[in-house]
């Protein structure tokens, strides 16, 4: 089945840029969206983008000017970064897929989200 | 951005009890409304989408309605692995938002 897996630094320093890789496995990377979802320790979950696996992006307006998304298909892979940095960034950020259906032929997309990766803290510190 | 509002905030319940969760957004959405279930340290997983299909391999007991702008999540029979907190999140418009969380608390 397929398989969600986030990898980066777990340390940024402040006015940085945060960068953060999820690698699909079990399952190809072609025709899905994919989101990037943050969670601040003890508190609730933000959306903060998706991209598709052509590249289209689409971003959290609260984050839009600081933050792309990029894929490369061939690694199977796509990319989180998030500029200029603060604490307020010390999240654990988590990489998931959209769900998906296809009926008669037709693909349809959503934005609620059906596999996940298992998170990866980031810490913004000094 | 659409506001999620769910009530309450924490519950305390037994095994075996029938829960109630509620989320309101603060304009209609239709019935884009899912719930997930996240246990500590771990990822959310999708309980409901579209207000009230079932994930697949999610046990029947979660169920989901509503429409517009108030919604259920239903837990007919509390079970031990049930304990955990519960997320709405809307699936109309973007930015996608969530509500704040429910925690479901052993009594």
């Known amino acids: 089945q397929v398989q969600l897996q986030e990898s980066g630094p777990g340390l940024v320093r402040p006015s940085e840029t945060l960068s953060l890789t999820c690698t699909v496995s079990?399952?190809?990377?072609?025709?899905?969206?994919w989101t990037w979802i943050r969670q601040p320790a003890g508190k609730g979950l933000e959306w903060i983008g998706r991209?598709?696996?052509?590249?289209?992006?689409k971003y959290n307006p609260s984050l839009r000017s600081r933050v792309s998304m990029s894929v490369d298909s061939s690694k199977s892979q796509f990319y989180l970064n998030v500029d200029s940095v603060t604490a307020a960034d010390t999240a654990v950020y988590f990489c998931?897929?959209?769900?998906?259906?296809?009926?008669?032929?037709?693909?349809?997309?959503?934005?609620?989200?059906?596999?996940w990766g298992q998170g990866t803290t980031v810490t913004v510190s000094s | 951005d659409i506001q999620m509002t769910q009530s309450p905030s924490s519950l305390s319940a037994s095994v075996g009890d029938r829960v109630i969760i509620t989320c309101r957004a603060s304009?209609?959405?239709?019935?884009?409304l899912n719930w997930y279930q996240q246990k500590p340290g771990k990822a959310p997983k999708l309980l409901i989408y579209?207000?009230?299909s079932l994930q697949s391999g999610v046990p029947s007991r979660f169920s989901g309605s509503g429409s517009g702008t108030d919604f259920t999540l239903t837990i007919s029979s509390l079970q031990p692995e049930d304990f955990a907190t519960y997320y709405c999140?809307?699936?109309?418009?973007?930015?996608?938002?969530f509500g704040q969380g429910t925690r479901l608390e052993n009594k």
């Open positions: 998931a897929r959209n769900r998906r259906d296809v009926v008669s032929d037709v693909v349809h997309y959503y934005y609620d989200m059906d596999v």
């Open positions: 079990g399952d190809s990377i072609t025709g899905y969206y």
């Open positions: 991209i598709f696996s052509s590249g289209s992006t």
């Open positions: 304009q209609s959405i239709d019935t884009f």
């Open positions: 579209g207000e009230s």
């Open positions: 999140q809307q699936s109309y418009s973007t930015p996608i938002t």
